[in-house]
């Protein structure tokens, strides 16, 4: 089964940027839609951003939308969420996930893998 691991995180000045990863190492990813979640402290895990198994369709929250971008380099087995211009509220564990479904709706329930998730955190 898939074991999905997440790395880029750390801790940046708001308006800073950082690039994070999902990978795995044992199967290909390359017929899965990948999303990419996160969690706040004390709040819900939210749907940040998705993307189709092709790289062809992409998916944003409003609160990221034209500050971060997905994409995928499927003969790199890798998934990247490129997070720009970055906010204090960005502040999170974020987290990949892979869905067999083709839709890109960002709804926990229909991704049937999760990553352990990597720290972001927005801070002066």
């Known amino acids: 089964q898939l074991q999905l691991v997440e790395s880029g995180g750390g801790s940046v000045q708001p308006g800073g940027s950082l690039r994070l990863s999902c990978v795995d190492s044992s199967f290909s990813l390359n017929s899965y839609t990948i999303g990419w979640f996160r969690q706040a402290p004390g709040k819900g895990r939210e749907g940040v951003s998705s993307?189709?198994?092709?790289?062809?369709?992409?998916n944003y929250a409003v609160s990221v939308k034209g500050r971060f971008t997905i994409s995928r380099d499927n003969a790199k087995n890798t998934v990247y969420l490129q997070m720009n211009s970055l906010k204090p509220e960005d502040t999170a564990v974020y987290y990949c996930?892979?869905?067999?479904?083709?839709?890109?709706?960002?709804?926990?329930?229909?991704?049937?893998?999760w990553g352990q998730g990597t720290q972001v955190t927005v801070a002066s």
């Open positions: 996930a892979a869905a067999v479904s083709p839709v890109l709706n960002m709804i926990e329930y229909i991704y049937n893998y």
């Open positions: 993307i189709s198994a092709n790289g062809g369709r992409t």
